[in-house]
């Protein structure tokens, strides 16, 4: 069945970085849209970024130029790096198969950006 693995949150400091990691696994990997996703305290699902079969990248308003999404389709991993990280950053991540909010997600990391 359909897995997706998140790890890589913590805490962290504004200006800092962080790099996620979505491990994949029980579909094809190499030929579907990853996004990522995340859920702040409160608020609703928000769409953060997206890579597509062919590596072509998407990113929200609100991480582009901060953000860097990628995958390693040999290893089934996409990744989120993550930096000049703000408060407003805090939030559960997700790992979503597809290319919007509505896909198959993993269970999420926290990522808390707190001095």
């Known amino acids: 069945q359909v897995q997706l693995v998140e790890s890589g949150g913590g805490l962290a400091q504004p200006g800092g970085s962080l790099k996620l990691s979505c491990a994949a696994s029980?579909?094809?990997?190499?030929?579907?849209?990853m996004s990522w996703a995340r859920q702040a305290p409160g608020k609703g699902l928000e769409w953060v970024s997206a890579?597509?079969?062919?590596?072509?990248?998407t990113y929200s308003d609100s991480v582009k130029g901060r953000f860097t999404i990628s995958r390693d389709n040999a290893k089934s991993t996409v990744f989120l790096q993550m930096n000049s990280l703000k408060p407003e950053d805090t939030a559960l991540y997700y790992c979503?198969?597809?290319?919007?909010?509505?896909?198959?997600r993993g269970r999420g990391t926290q990522v808390t950006v707190a001095s």
């Open positions: 979503v198969l597809g290319q919007s909010v509505l896909g198959y």
């Open positions: 029980g579909f094809t990997f190499s030929i579907v849209t």
């Open positions: 890579v597509d079969r062919d590596g072509s990248v």
